[in-house]
């Protein structure tokens, strides 16, 4: 089945906005999710399962080698980047945890997913970079927009801190800068866009 790789990353306030992203998102979309969320390492579980509760899409956290499916959001575990790999396997995409060192102070970071979804999807990868501090992700979903994925932003309005989002957008990595209550409609179109 074809379908396409969704990656969002957040800081400060991204729990709140993945929280209204996923709720409000199509269930059905021909669409596998991976999420990078700063998180303090004993809440990344209680963010899955907080999450998992207030949407129809299956969520856990991310296992190495899990292959991709549409309908399921795979969150970073503390202490790993997580990214997609091209795998030999039927399976198409798989999950690649790496124990490589921190990348502007996070591991996980946005920077490795977006690179990575840039390398083994290219125009079939979709990059939203959401409310945090600092610059986390900037450069990664460059390569995906240079790679021909569909790249958004969330604006500064809504967003609690617009570090990241600015960041991205000042670089040219992001396509639209929209409204949190926009992302939803919009990440449905880049999905579903040929």
């Known amino acids: 089945m074809k379908f396409k790789v969704v990656a969002l990353a957040a800081s400060t306030g991204g729990p709140q906005a993945l929280t209204y992203i996923f709720r409000h998102l199509p269930v059905h979309l021909p669409a596998a999710y991976l999420i990078v969320q700063h998180l303090p390492p004993s809440f990344t579980r209680y963010f899955a399962d907080g999450l998992a509760k207030k949407t129809s899409i299956e969520v856990q956290v991310a296992t190495d080698g899990l292959p991709l499916r549409p309908g399921l959001a795979l969150i970073a575990p503390s202490g790993a980047h997580l990214m997609v790999q091209s795998a030999a396997s039927k399976h198409g995409w798989c999950v690649l945890l790496s124990q490589e060192p921190a990348v502007g102070g996070h591991r996980p ?86």
């Open 109 to 194: 970071s946005a920077d490795p997913l977006f690179s990575s979804v840039a390398l083994a999807c290219s125009k079939m990868g979709v990059g939203v970079i959401l409310t945090g501090m600092g610059s986390d992700g900037a450069n990664g979903l460059l390569q995906l927009r240079r790679a021909g994925g569909i790249t958004l932003g969330q604006d500064a309005a809504s967003s609690i801190v617009f570090g990241m989002p600015r960041a991205a957008y000042e670089r040219g990595a992001v396509q639209k800068l929209l409204p949190l209550s926009a992302l939803p409609s919009a990440i449905a179109e880049a999905v579903l866009a040929p």
